[in-house]
């Protein structure tokens, strides 16, 4: 379900009726063309937590990226870095997203 908007989702940018009915609404695709289910409240907030779920993960990913490239980080090191967030501590090593 969020696969679709996300893939047309770019920072900055973002087509407003396209996230809407994406969170709002079900698409099942059958052999005649599709059917469009709107979500109750419970289905709707769990679309809303994953989207912001996928959005933090994909944001902290590309942030530890360039910390790791902004340090010269050497896949092959001994030396780690980690950061305490929200969630807990990482070791980039070996939790990487």
Not at 21 to 47: P, W
Not at 62 to 67: C, E, P, R, T, Y
């Amino acid at each position: 379900m969020l696969t679709g908007m996300l893939k047309n989702f770019s920072f900055g940018r973002c087509d407003v009726d396209l996230l809407l009915d994406t969170l709002y609404t079900r698409t099942i695709q059958i052999r005649e063309g599709s059917i469009v289910k709107a979500l109750d409240c419970n289905a709707a907030v769990a679309s809303r937590d994953a989207l912001a779920k996928t959005v933090y993960a994909r944001l902290f990913g590309w942030l530890v990226d360039k910390i790791n490239i902004s340090v010269g980080q050497d896949p092959n090191s001994h030396v780690q870095i980690g950061v305490l967030d929200i969630y807990g501590f990482e070791c980039f090593k070996h939790n990487r997203l």
